[in-house]
């Protein structure tokens, strides 16, 4: 694998011991890279391979739905590595605290640790640090191309990362290796994982349900993948910004919880027998756009403050504070889809129903948000409160970006002012009319509603 991908975030005494990938934001035992990463070291220094995760309660509001998703996709995780004999291990609690203790019981040499932009996994590992002198690499293995190399520095928007990143593209989007057998292990005993009980006591608000339409785990990833390759991809420019037409991929919870590299999904999109040009709309989307959004988060520690806005938003908002809204919803209201507006109402019901909004009903939805918040302050804290409880990808730099897009105008361009947004870009329920049929988007979700209260 390529070196780069791989940084060392803390140089620690040289031992010999076992090795462990602390693995968090990329659940998965396939197109790793810092799963093949840790494996390598391990064989090349004789020592044993272990895989650890920590399962964090109540982390940044998650609910039922979205623990439920996560364990029965670790689940498999764990059965995988079984077939390649690396133990899998499941610690409780903060990793700052949890780690260090495993470390040492377990005379570890060397941690390998997913990277990850968010200010919470940043603190982990600072905190991890100070307790423990342990040998500490990080490896990208969610970006195709790893953040720090991407950009030095926080993009302007997608078309100054995008030349960037297609100068790489050729270094780093290469085949993954097949995994090997761990001939390591036997010194290692794992422990014993009740999955059934993790199930029925997993931490987060128990009222935010499952969801029934998307089974979890990297082989359900990788099926979703080839059916949107067979069935939607030659469509997918033409038709994903109707939300009507089911031209999506749907794989944007299981990108979240790292369940499908995003490396995989582009190596199977330049495969298909697809004509380029329809190609270029996906892969616009699974790679520049992605990792424009952890650039954003990783060189912006205000990626979900008004402050993190760029500073002509900021002063535009400023400037309207005081507009005169006609419509003021609580977050209740909000959160219930009680607004005067169906069409946001059926995007708020989709997502509370599905565990997933369309990609342009998630910036109207945001959009009307300010329009109809007392604040922008209060706008973005509620927008990101809803996405966070409700979606299977919250909690996530796509998520933090997008609303920070449609609320904050970041990555976008000073547009013509008028009230409240000031010179944020603006959308409408009659340019949405223009688009799709509207109607037939409310009365899917107004009938689900229906089927819902009946069952």
């Known amino acids: 694998m390529n070196p780069k991908r791989v940084r060392v975030l803390q140089n620690g005494p040289d031992q010999k011991g076992p090795i462990i990938y602390w693995m968090s934001r990329d ?3 396939e ?8 494996f390598n070291q391990s064989v090349r220094k004789k020592v044993p391979f272990g895989v650890v995760f920590c399962l964090v309660n109540d982390f940044l509001g998650a609910t039922r739905r979205q623990y439920d998703f996560m ?4 689940r498999r995780v764990s059965e995988k590595l079984l077939e390649y004999e690396i133990p899998f291990f499941l610690l409780r609690g903060d990793p ?3 780690l260090p203790d495993f470390i040492k019981n377990n005379q570890a040499s060397l941690l390998i640790t997913d990277f990850d932009p968010l200010r919470e996994k940043r603190k982990w590992k600072a905190q991890f640090m100070e307790k423990s002198p342990i040998e500490i690499h990080e490896v990208d293995t969610h970006n195709i191309v790893p953040a720090w190399i991407a ?8 078309y100054t990362i995008r030349p960037k990143i297609a100068r790489l593209l050729p270094e780093f989007l290469d085949e993954y290796p097949l995994m090997q057998m761990n001939s390591l292990h036997q010194s290692w005993q794992k422990n014993s994982i009740n999955w059934d009980d993790l199930y029925g006591n997993c931490s ?4 935010i349900p499952p969801v029934t339409q998307f089974i979890s785990g990297s082989k359900s990833a990788l099926q979703q993948l080839q059916q949107f390759i067979g069935e939607k991809l030659e469509s997918y420019d033409t038709q994903r910004n109707d939300p009507n037409a089911d031209a999506q991929s749907h794989l944007s919870s299981f990108l979240h ?6 490396q995989r999904i582009a190596l199977e999109v330049q495969k298909a027998s697809v004509a380029k040009n329809k190609k270029a709309a996906f892969l616009e989307e699974v790679i520049i756009r992605r990792e424009l959004s952890d650039n954003y988060c990783w060189y912006n520690l205000n990626y979900d403050k008004f402050n993190g806005f760029p500073s002509w938003a900021q002063k535009t908002l400023n400037q309207h504070r005081k507009d005169q809204r006609e419509y003021r919803y609580s977050l209740e209201e909000f959160e219930k ?7 946001w109402n059926a995007a708020q019901k989709e997502m509370v129903y599905t565990g997933k909004m369309h990609g342009y009903m998630r910036m109207y939805w945001a959009k009307k948000i300010l329009e109809w918040s007392e604040t922008p302050e209060i706008a973005l804290q509620n927008a990101i409160y809803l996405n966070d409880r409700f979606e299977l990808d919250g909690r996530d730099p796509n998520g933090y970006t997008g609303i920070a897009w449609s609320i904050g105008g970041v990555h976008d361009r000073a547009w013509g002012e008028r009230p409240v947004f000031g010179k944020i870009r603006y959308m409408s329920y009659r340019g949405s009319r223009s688009k799709f049929d509207v109607d037939q988007y409310i009365s899917q979700y107004k009938n689900w509603e229906e089927s819902e209260r009946k069952d």
């Open 151 to 158: 950009s030095s520095k926080q993009e302007y928007g997608a």
């Open 337 to 343: 889809g009680q607004t005067h507006d169906q069409l």
């Open 71 to 74: 364990l029965k996709g670790l």
């Open 27 to 29: 659940q998965r035992a």
């Open 204 to 207: 987060g608000d128990s009222s």
């Open 96 to 98: 700052s605290l949890e």
């Open 257 to 262: 919880f790292g369940q499908i590299s995003a």
């Open 31 to 38: 197109d790793n890279w810092a799963l093949i990463y840790g």
